[in-house]
């Protein structure tokens, strides 16, 4: 397993711009997990680690498209009806086993091998049947219908690459090659945990003064979600003694270590002192809204990333800040999510030089373009306002303002799951 370098996370204290902030990241971080071989079945959402080479063509041969019927083309009357006779019938998974024959029609069936000499397939809707010949209308185009080996892939072609987060589609395609197992990355092992003596554990009793533990459950799934093998290390007391021995022994057997809040310069705040006794803590002041300081270190040899206490803005930045992290620790090639352009239906005042996250759903316009409806409630603490939104506009530092009708940039949740 890799190790992160003492300072892949030092940085001095002026606000930073997040694309600065992503860029330095990704030049100081890599992989820290290991490989491993396994099976087909396991590979989703994991990260492939070997470049897959395509060992022959797929389709494997020419094959049918359709239900209907094959011909030479130049058999046809282009200025009216053809009649050809039948001669043969060719169902999918079975070859006709000799070369076609000038002046006949062979019978085929959706994904059967063209017979040798065939060039084009007629739709059998489009055609009629008298006894043991068929009747073909004229237009039908050389070549219709019909499928040529490697159209998929070609043999020797690099269909995947190292790096890649394995989706539905590129099992499928890994299937199509015969491929039953991968050389994938190691799921990345984060530990998560939450400090204060406020905070309950859901379902406990909620005495005056306390909350439930929301963001940890909101980091653990985020987490699994984005493939990760996690350890919930419930909440821990508001002692520097006992959180320091927590994040010792987690970072052992742990490569990266996941909580919000506590890491700030209170009194209250142990999870500071515990990371610098144990390792290295550093802060990235960015200039992002909804976020306040976001802490990165190293405890032992595991990375720490701290997140702001605040639910909303534990969500905007993991997703755009701990989420990059993650995928590069994990060994991901670069995944940076689209921006889709929509039109405000909102107006809304920003401070420059701060990149401002506003939390939208989407909506019809009468011309059937999407507009974006902002949320009616902006605080930090309002966890319903991402569950009643679709995604969040992105409002560059240099923006100060938005009118209803402006073009705006949205991030849909879905592209950062």
Request: charged share 25%; proline share 7%; with cysteine.
């Amino acid at each position: 397993m890799a190790q992160l370098s003492d300072d892949c996370f030092a940085f001095g204290g002026e606000l930073m711009a997040v694309d600065r902030a992503l860029s330095l990241l990704a030049e100081r971080i890599g992989p820290v997990t290991g490989t491993e071989r396994a099976g087909l079945g396991d590979a989703l959402g994991r990260i492939l680690a070997e470049e897959v080479v395509a060992p022959f063509d797929v389709p494997p041969h020419d094959n049918s498209a359709v239900d209907g019927y094959a011909v030479f083309f130049d058999d046809l009357d282009p200025a009216g009806d053809t009649r050809l006779p039948v001669t043969a019938r060719v169902p999918a998974g079975r070859a006709l086993g000799r070369p076609g024959r000038r002046g006949e029609a062979v019978r085929i069936f959706t994904g059967a091998p063209m017979p040798e000499g065939f060039d084009t397939v007629l739709m059998q809707e489009d055609c009629r049947t008298d006894g043991g010949d068929v009747l073909i209308p004229a237009g039908i185009k050389r070549g219709a219908n019909r499928r040529k080996a490697g159209e998929d892939i070609r043999e020797g072609q690099v269909i995947l690459t190292s790096g890649r987060r394995l989706r539905p589609e590129d099992i499928g395609l890994l299937a199509s090659i015969g491929r039953t197992a991968l050389e994938l990355r190691r799921p990345l092992r984060a530990a998560v945990f939450s400090t204060g003596d406020e905070v309950r554990e859901p379902g406990a009793p909620l005495e005056p003064g306390c909350i439930y533990d929301a963001n940890r459950y909101v980091l653990i799934s985020a987490l699994r979600q984005l493939g990760c093998a996690v350890t919930d290390l419930g909440i821990l007391p508001d002692r520097v003694e006992d959180v320091r021995a927590a994040l010792a022994s987690a970072s052992r057997d742990h490569d990266v270590l996941v909580t919000s809040g506590g890491v700030s310069t209170g009194e209250e705040d142990h999870v500071k002192g515990a990371v610098e006794a144990e390792g290295a803590l550093h802060f990235w002041r960015l200039a992002i809204k909804p976020g306040r300081p976001v802490a990165l270190g190293r405890v032992g040899t595991a990375a720490l990333i701290g997140l702001p206490g605040n639910p909303v803005a534990v969500l905007v930045t993991f997703q755009r800040v701990a989420r990059p992290i993650l995928l590069r620790l994990m060994g991901a090639a670069a995944d940076e999510p689209p921006l889709f352009p929509v039109r405000a239906e909102f107006a809304y005042k920003k401070k420059a030089g701060r990149r401002e996250y506003v939390r939208v759903r989407l909506s019809r316009g009468a011309d059937g373009g999407l507009t974006a409806v902002k949320h009616p409630r902006e605080g930090a603490g309002i966890l319903s306002s991402m569950v009643e939104s679709d995604g969040l506009v992105e409002l560059p530092e240099e923006l100060t303002r938005v009118e209803p009708g402006m073009t705006v940039q949205f991030l849909p949740f879905s592209e950062v799951r």
